[in-house]
């Protein structure tokens, strides 16, 4: 699933009539806080962070609408912003997307298996409870899941791969850098249509991440053009929270195959040559390094 990239649309996310933030210095419908003051040190985003991130308690998070819908998660648009603050300065206001794992009686965590396996509970009950799938476990496994994604970005984003940055997560929510010019996101890399230089140097861009993630011992575990975005002639990749140790995960080596695989076959397709078997090796030596 893909959830950054399905912001893709042409169209503008509509805006309903409690949707400005600027309205009013109270909270109205569809607005409440920020939550930024309710999170703690580790819950947030790397220093040093970004000079668009808002960190003020004054500010004001709008809904702007559901984008996307998953087995696992929704994706919503939100604006967070300082109300009669200008919004043109850093700091003042931002797009925001806010990744939702959904109630355990509407999400389906059972691919997560294989990506979990190696990473570690603190408690022996959540553990017994996830590996049981009862009620508890599966709520368990979904504020798992976001602060795996977010420990993720943040691991990447301090390796200078070029992710989302994680803004903060929070329970079951985690808010993190929009990809996209104004509300448009940036197209998924396979919806696009580039010249053989352009296509040549995305291509590049997408081994150097592969060769960052090999390197600190890491595989995206799910990498297709599907959740890679094309931003301005970068390529940013999303869809993170299986994100693998290969080594401490049993399947590891193979997911980080499937990865080679998918890549490969795609730009193949694109009439630019990519073998799967010799990117593999390539990797799994740096791996070994």
């Known amino acids: ?14 805006l309903g009539a409690a949707s400005l933030a600027f309205q009013t210095a109270e909270p109205g419908e569809g607005q409440r806080w920020s939550t930024w003051p309710a999170t703690i040190p580790t819950e947030r985003g790397p220093e040093p962070r970004p000079d668009w991130l808002v960190t003020s308690a004054a500010a004001i998070d709008t809904e702007l609408g559901v984008v996307k819908t998953g087995k696992e998660a929704d994706l919503h648009l939100i604006e967070r912003a300082i109300p009669d603050a200008a919004a043109d300065v850093p700091g003042n206001a931002a797009l925001l997307a806010a990744k939702r794992y959904r109630t355990s009686e509407h999400s389906d965590f059972h691919r997560s298996a294989i990506y979990t396996e190696g990473r570690g509970l603190r408690r022996t009950r959540d553990v017994r409870a996830v590996a049981k799938g009862t009620s508890f476990g599966r709520a368990v496994a979904r504020v798992q899941w976001a602060y795996a994604e977010f420990d993720a970005l943040t691991r990447l984003t301090q390796l200078g791969a070029s992710v989302p940055y994680p803004v903060q997560v929070q329970d079951t929510e985690l808010l993190m850098e929009f990809i996209g010019d104004g509300r448009v996101a940036a197209p998924r890399l396979a919806q696009v249509r580039a010249d053989a230089a352009t296509l040549r140097e995305l291509f590049h861009q997408v081994m150097d991440f592969m060769h960052t993630l090999a390197s600190a011992g890491l595989a995206h575990g799910d990498l297709s053009p599907y959740n890679l975005l094309v931003h301005h002639g970068r390529v940013v990749a999303i869809d993170l929270p299986q994100v693998v140790d290969v080594i401490s995960n049993p399947q590891g080596f193979d997911l980080l195959h499937r990865d080679c695989v998918n890549v490969c076959d795609w730009f193949t397709r694109q009439r630019l040559e990519c073998d799967p078997e010799e990117l593999f090796a390539e990797l799994v030596g740096v791996v070994s390094v």
Not at 1 to 14: A, E, G, H, I
Request: no cysteine; hydrophobic share 35%.
């Open 1 to 14: 699933m893909n959830f950054l990239s399905s912001l893709d649309d042409t169209s503008p996310v509509p």
